[in-house]
């Protein structure tokens, strides 16, 4: 199944064809994205992604990437600590950017992105994508309708059984790794969503030898004394729901909840208002690139579902997580 009426003919750039990039790229196509470009610092893993998903024109750097004319938006698919410089390189040859969340490394990097692309008038959005799936929009519109009420608390994990190996990119501090930035941005930019930026940030979390933490919990309270909780590991596996709290009703999201996801509104007496059953065509990775034609239609410089300002609140809150919990990354 595919869907021709929102998009908005802009022509796609993919730097750093990793595994996130080919899920990405799986996606466009399914949908009729026109992915014009690849750059890769590798001439074969070019070639081989190029082969894979069809895409006419191969780059050898990142340089030539962005400057290849035939290409308006560029997304950025590679580690962490180079967001924010590859982004600067795009957005400096006139490109619109999607970047893989984490947007940055922290938020100073986040703020000096999103001002160059203010001054150069280019969108910029963080590639948050479980953030636009049909079923948070659905539950935006439950919540907009005070269905639940008043909202009290969130909560939400992110765990999973990832690598031990201490050359792996989770586990290296100078690629950014850790349960933070891979697996915990997810809950808390959820929380953020749903509640904005917390009055009170209370961060505990485990490290590694080398730096890196591989477990995380938070605790964020809000100005009307609202709550959210996040949970994050990469050493352990677990069920990935997420709960959402109101004075009259409650959500619960299936796992894995920032997947394309099932839910159901259940009342005082646990009868269940609402049930939704998700129905995405592929992984669902194409409703953040969806968004970003959107906005560039629009006019507009960012859009209502994740504006730029609360992506650097976001980086903001992590940062303060990660002075909590004594996470420093090489070179900050």
Not at 65 to 72: I, M, Q, S
Not at 110 to 121: N, R, S, T, W
Request: negative net charge; proline residues 5%; charged residues 20%.
């Amino acid at each position: 199944m595919t869907d021709g009426t929102k998009q908005n003919g802009l022509r796609w750039g993919i730097l750093g064809p990793g595994g996130i990039a080919k899920a990405f790229a799986a996606d466009l196509v399914l949908h009729g994205f026109d992915v014009r470009a690849v750059g890769s610092r590798s001439q074969s893993t070019a070639d081989g992604f190029a082969a894979e998903y069809g895409v006419p024109n191969v780059h050898t750097s990142y340089e030539s990437l962005v400057n290849d004319p035939e290409v308006d938006v560029v997304y950025i698919a590679t580690p962490h600590p180079f967001h924010a410089e590859q982004a600067i390189l795009a957005l400096n040859a006139g490109k619109h950017v999607l970047i893989e969340k984490p947007f940055t490394l922290n938020a100073a990097e986040a703020q000096a992105v999103v001002a160059l692309a203010a001054e150069k008038g280019l969108v910029v959005l963080e590639a948050m994508w479980s953030r636009f799936l049909p079923h948070m929009d659905r539950i935006r519109e439950i919540i907009a309708a005070g269905t639940l009420g008043e909202l009290r608390n969130v909560t939400a994990g992110h765990n999973q059984l990832l690598s031990t190996d201490p050359a792996h990119r989770i586990n290296a501090p100078e690629l950014g790794g850790g349960a933070l930035l891979d697996l915990s941005v997810y809950p808390i930019s959820f929380a953020s969503d749903l509640f904005g930026t917390p009055e009170r940030i209370q961060a505990s979390g485990t490290l590694q030898d080398v730096g890196t933490d591989i477990e995380v919990t938070t605790l964020f309270t809000y100005a009307n004394g609202a709550t959210a909780v996040t949970l994050a590991s990469s050493r352990a596996p677990g069920p990935n729901r997420a709960s959402i709290v109101g004075t009259k009703a409650w959500i619960e999201i299936d796992r894995t909840w920032q997947d394309p996801a099932d839910f159901r509104v259940l009342g005082p007496d646990a009868e269940v208002i609402e049930s939704y059953t998700s129905d995405v065509a592929g992984r669902g990775m194409q409703y953040q690139a969806w968004e970003l034609e959107r906005i560039v239609a629009s006019g507009e410089l960012s859009g209502d579902r994740l504006p730029v300002a609360e992506t650097i609140s976001i980086m903001e809150t992590m940062d303060e997580v990660r002075r909590q919990i004594g996470v420093r990354y090489p070179g900050e």
